[in-house]
C-alpha cells in the first residue's frame, strides 16, 4: 500500500504545473458557463472540445519519465511491478482529473442522477486518456503525443459542416438514447484496446 501511495505521489510530482493549469482551466470555463448562463448544450460542447483531451495530456506527462532514456534507470529501480505502476498510472489521471471534472459537468447541467450521463461522459474521458497512454508509450515523444491529441481534439473544433462526426468521440450531437448507449459501448471497448495494448509496451520496456 505504502508503494502504491509512493507511487500515486511521484504521478502527482512530474506533472508539475500542468496540474495546476487543466484544474484551474476547468474551474474557469464552469465559473464562465454558470456567470453567463450558458445553455446546456453549450456547456457540454464545451466541456467535450476543450476540458476532456486534456485527460490524455495528463496521461501523457505521467509516462513521459517512463519512457524518457536519460530518466527511466531511475524510475526502474522502484521497488514496484511495472505492471502496477501502469495502472496506477492510468486509474490516477482518471481519479484526480476525470472524477472531478464530470462530476462539475453533472452539476452544470442538473444530471447528477444520471446513471447513462456518467456513462457517456467517462467512457469519452476513458478513450482520451487511453489514447495518450498508447501514444506516449508508442511513440516515446511527448510533443507528438500531445500534437496528436490535440490535433484529432481541434478537427472536432473545427468540424462546422458535421463531417467529422461519424468519427468523433463527443455525444454533444447525439440525441437518440439508443445511440448514445451503443456509442457509450464502443468507446469502452476502444478504450480498452488503447489501454491494454500501452500496458503491454510499458511492461515490455523494463524486461
Not at 486518456?129 to 473544433?157: H, P, R
Not at 448507449?181 to 511492461?203: D, T
Given at each position: 500500500?505504502?508503494?502504491a501511495?509512493?507511487?500515486?505521489?511521484?504521478?502527482?510530482?512530474?506533472?508539475g504545473?500542468?496540474?495546476?493549469?487543466?484544474?484551474?482551466?476547468?474551474v474557469?470555463?464552469?465559473?464562465?458557463?454558470?456567470?453567463?448562463?450558458?445553455?446546456?448544450?453549450?456547456?457540454?460542447?464545451?466541456?467535450?472540445?476543450?476540458?476532456?483531451?486534456?485527460?490524455?495530456?495528463w496521461?501523457i506527462?505521467?509516462?513521459?519519465?517512463?519512457?524518457?532514456?536519460?530518466?527511466?534507470?531511475?524510475?526502474?529501480?522502484?521497488?514496484?511491478?511495472?505492471?502496477?505502476?501502469?495502472i496506477?498510472?492510468?486509474?490516477?489521471?482518471?481519479?484526480?482529473?476525470?472524477?472531478?471534472?464530470?462530476?462539475?459537468?453533472?452539476?452544470?447541467?442538473?444530471?447528477?442522477?444520471?446513471?447513462?450521463?456518467?456513462?457517456?461522459?467517462?467512457?469519452e474521458?476513458l478513450?482520451?486518456?487511453?489514447?495518450?497512454f498508447?501514444?506516449?508509450?508508442?511513440t516515446?515523444?511527448?510533443?507528438?503525443?500531445?500534437g496528436?491529441i490535440?490535433?484529432?481534439?481541434?478537427?472536432?473544433?473545427?468540424?462546422?459542416?458535421?463531417?467529422?462526426r461519424p468519427?468523433?468521440?463527443?455525444?454533444?450531437?447525439?440525441?437518440?438514447?439508443?445511440?448514445?448507449f451503443?456509442k457509450?459501448?464502443?468507446?469502452f471497448?476502444i478504450?480498452?484496446?488503447?489501454?491494454i495494448?500501452?500496458?503491454?509496451k510499458?511492461?515490455?520496456?523494463?524486461?
Amino acid at each position: 500500500m505504502r508503494k502504491a501511495v509512493k507511487t500515486i505521489r511521484l504521478f502527482f510530482k512530474e506533472l508539475g504545473y500542468l496540474k495546476y493549469v487543466i484544474y484551474a482551466v476547468t474551474v474557469g470555463l464552469a465559473v464562465f458557463c454558470w456567470d453567463n448562463g450558458i445553455q446546456p448544450l453549450s456547456i457540454l460542447e464545451s466541456f467535450e472540445m476543450f476540458i476532456f483531451p486534456l485527460s490524455g495530456w495528463w496521461v501523457i506527462q505521467e509516462f513521459y519519465s517512463y519512457v524518457d532514456e536519460e530518466e527511466r534507470e531511475v524510475y526502474m529501480s522502484y521497488p514496484l511491478s511495472r505492471r502496477y505502476i501502469g495502472i496506477i498510472g492510468y486509474t490516477c489521471a482518471f481519479s484526480l482529473f476525470a472524477v472531478p471534472a464530470v462530476m462539475i459537468l453533472a452539476c452544470l447541467l442538473r444530471q447528477q442522477n444520471s446513471v447513462l450521463f456518467y456513462g457517456t461522459m467517462f467512457s469519452e474521458i476513458l478513450v482520451w486518456i487511453s489514447m495518450g497512454f498508447f501514444l506516449v508509450m508508442m511513440t516515446k515523444n511527448i510533443v507528438v503525443s500531445v500534437g496528436i491529441i490535440w490535433i484529432y481534439a481541434s478537427m472536432q473544433i473545427l468540424d462546422v459542416s458535421g463531417s467529422f462526426r461519424p468519427i468523433s468521440i463527443c455525444f454533444y450531437f447525439v440525441s437518440d438514447i439508443h445511440i448514445m448507449f451503443r456509442k457509450m459501448i464502443v468507446l469502452f471497448f476502444i478504450a480498452a484496446a488503447l489501454s491494454i495494448s500501452a500496458q503491454k509496451k510499458f511492461e515490455m520496456m523494463f524486461l
